[in-house]
């Protein structure tokens, strides 16, 4: 999260037995208290992956860096509308496409398990509704 003294790293606990609203929520409360400078050791502790929007700031693309002890860094780009080629091969046609970048730790992830996650996610991002089946 960008602050007035530079980027800090909170993290959501236990993200995975949140509900999108309750992510939003805890989004909220760690943003209010970087913004303050009153972020504790346990915000800013214990986190597995950073996921950066360098999108709202205009970036594209990135080299992320792991912020350790984490595992791994996602950096997601600015949604662009670029031009590609259609199903057929033959017919160049507007895309909104988004650049992500990923970084992850060798000692506990190899870059063929970051791909394939990646393109799993590309998957669920391209077919919002197979993503929103999941949510409690």
Known sequence: MATGNGLVVPNVKQVEHKSIPEIAHELARLQHLAAAGKLSTEDVSDGSITISNI???????????????????????????????????????????????????????????????????????????????HLR
């Open 55 to 133: 999108g709202t700031v205009g970036g594209t693309n990135a080299t992320p860096m792991i912020n350790p002890p984490e595992a791994a860094i996602v950096a997601l780009g600015r949604v662009q509308a670029l031009p590609r080629y259609d199903h057929t091969g033959e017919n160049i046609v507007k895309r909104h496409i988004m650049c992500v970048s990923w970084g992850g730790d060798h000692r506990v992830i190899d870059g063929a398990a970051i791909a394939e996650f990646s393109n799993y996610w590309k998957h669920l991002l391209e077919e919002p509704s197979r993503l929103l089946m």
